[in-house]
C-alpha cells in the first residue's frame, strides 16, 4: 500500500521593522508543523525560494510591487502585513499595492497560521476587524494617481508654482487637485490634509 505522501512545507521569510514583532511571528510559525521559517528579505530579491513573506505595513506596500519574478518568470513569494495601521485608508492602500494577507498586532496564533496558509495557496487573507475597515472605506471618495503626485510634492514642501513646475501643469490646475485633495481627506487645510495622509496611510514614511 502507497503511503500518502506528505504536504509541502511552507517557506517563509519574516522581515519586519519591530524586532520584538519579528521574534514573536517567527517563534510562533516555527511552533507549528507545515512552515519552514527564515529572518529577512535575501530570497525575495533572489525571488522564487518564499512562499510568503510576513512584514509591516510600509515594507509591504513599498516592495510589493518591486519584487521582481523567479526563475522562468514564476511568481514571488507574496506578502502578509502585520500590523497596527488598522485605518480603512491604509489597508485600501496595501491592497491595491498588491498586498495579500493583513493581520493586526492582536491577532491569535491560529488567525496568523491560517493566514500564511491563505496566501501561500495564493488566496487572500483579511482579519475581520480589518475587512470591515476596508468596506467602510470602499463609500470614502479616493485620491487620483495626479492627486497623490500632488500630495506628495505638498509634503515635501513645494508651493503650488513649483509643484506645476515638477509636474509639467499649471498653477491653477494645481490649485484645483489641492482643492479636491483636502475635500477628499475632510480636511480645511494643506498641513492639516498633510498631517492626515500621513496617518491614514497615503503618504509613507521612506522604506529602508
Known sequence: MTAPTQARPIHVAVAHRDPYVAAGIASLLRSRAGFVVQSGLTDVDGGGAVDVLVTDYATGVHKT???????????????????????????????????RGYLLHDC????????????????RYLSCPVADQL?????????TARELEVLRLMAQGLANKDIGRRLGIGEGTVKAHVKAILRKLRKPTRV????????????LEASP
Open 135 to 143: 468596506l467602510d472605506n470602499l463609500s470614502s471618495a479616493v485620491p
Open 65 to 99: 510591487a518591486n519584487v521582481p519574478p523567479g526563475p522562468g518568470g514564476s511568481a514571488p513569494g507574496s506578502f502578509l502585513v502585520v500590523t497596527d495601521q488598522s485605518t480603512g485608508w491604509q489597508i485600501r492602500r496595501a491592497v491595491d499595492a498588491g498586498v
Open 192 to 203: 492639516a490634509a498633510i498631517g492626515e495622509a500621513f496617518r491614514c496611510g497615503l503618504l
Open 108 to 123: 491569535s496564533a491560529e488567525e496568523l497560521s491560517e493566514a500564511v496558509r491563505c496566501v501561500a495557496e495564493g488566496r
